[in-house]
């Protein structure tokens, strides 16, 4: 059984940065695909980004192109999500999730197998 567990959510400011971390157990991290998502009052949760098992390929969603970076490291069981540039319309819930099989490429949010709680992301306007 996997786990994960994000954290790092908080009150920013516009235009400011934080950064996310989700930590992994239970599971050999290494030979997963993870990703991120966040869910925003009154909305479906919506993909982010994604990174491969090695961490030399990602995948973003256009809305944070050159604002967000995941990255991951291996040898912590760790991911991380690089937030710049932050705006209103980011508050969400961050959730962090492992594909334990195909490609980190274009998944749908049912082809994600374990999913941590989330962490509140807060920007003020």
């Known amino acids: 059984q996997v786990q994960l ?6 009150l920013v400011q516009s235009g400011g940065s934080l950064r996310l971390s ?8 290494s030979t997963y695909n993870m ?17 491969n098992r090695s961490g030399d390929r990602t995948y973003n969603e ?8 995941i990255s991951r490291d291996n040898a912590k069981n760790t991911v ?10 980011d508050t969400a819930v ?3 999730a492992a594909k334990i ?3 980190y490429f274009a998944s ?9 709680q989330g962490t509140q992301v807060t920007v003020s306007s």
Not at 40 to 46: F, V
Not at 80 to 89: A, D, I, Q, T
Request: charged share 20%; net charge negative; aromatic share 18%.
């Open 5 to 10: 567990v994000e954290s790092g959510g908080e």
């Open 22 to 29: 989700c930590a992994a157990s239970g599971g050999s991290f």
């Open 35 to 51: 990703g991120w998502f966040r869910q925003a009052p009154g909305k479906e949760r919506e993909f982010v980004a994604a990174i």
């Open 62 to 69: 256009d809305s944070v192109k050159g604002r967000f970076t």
């Open 80 to 89: 991380y999500l690089h937030m710049n540039s932050l705006n209103p319309e």
């Open 94 to 96: 961050y959730y962090c």
């Open 101 to 103: 099989r195909g490609s």
């Open 108 to 116: 749908p949010i049912y082809d994600y197998n374990y999913w941590g």
